[in-house]
């Protein structure tokens, strides 16, 4: 198969699977004329590797679940261990994004949205705060 054969049956781009090749995820066979050479286990593991990187798997990450993809001696522990470390850094991403959204709530009530030129957003977005107190750079 071909780069553009894969990328259709993968559903990745075909840059994104150069990028792969590039740092040594998958390792396409090479023609004399230098053209790649997909083997359908190519296309498997860029089929997980999208799967993987949908559901927020770092390069890292899909690199070790690879490589214990393939070990077939593999304890699902060490697999285990990777997702509920990828979950944790989800959570925590989620706590950032709902003290953002509390925030960003707060400063859009506060705001009046009139002709005015006072506005909260702008105030609180002019803070620097530092560990004892706030200065606000606003005018």
Do not use: W
Request: hydrophobic share 35%; aromatic share 6%; with cysteine.
């Amino acid at each position: 198969m071909n780069i553009g054969d894969v990328s259709r049956l993968s559903g990745l781009p075909a840059k994104t699977i150069r990028y792969y090749e590039d740092i040594g995820l998958v390792s396409p066979l090479r023609s004399d004329n230098g053209y790649r050479s997909f083997r359908k286990s190519d296309l498997h593991k860029l089929a997980f590797l999208g799967r993987a990187r949908s559901l927020g798997f770092s390069i890292d990450d899909c690199r070790n679940l690879m490589a214990l993809y393939d070990d077939k001696t593999r304890a699902s522990a060490d697999v285990k261990t990777i997702a509920q470390e990828h979950l944790k850094r989800i959570e925590q991403k989620l706590r950032e994004l709902s003290e953002m959204q509390g925030t960003l709530t707060h400063l859009i009530k506060g705001c009046a949205g009139d002709d005015r030129p006072d506005c909260p957003i702008l105030a609180d977005l002019a803070t620097v705060t530092d560990s004892d107190d706030a200065i606000s750079l606003a005018s």
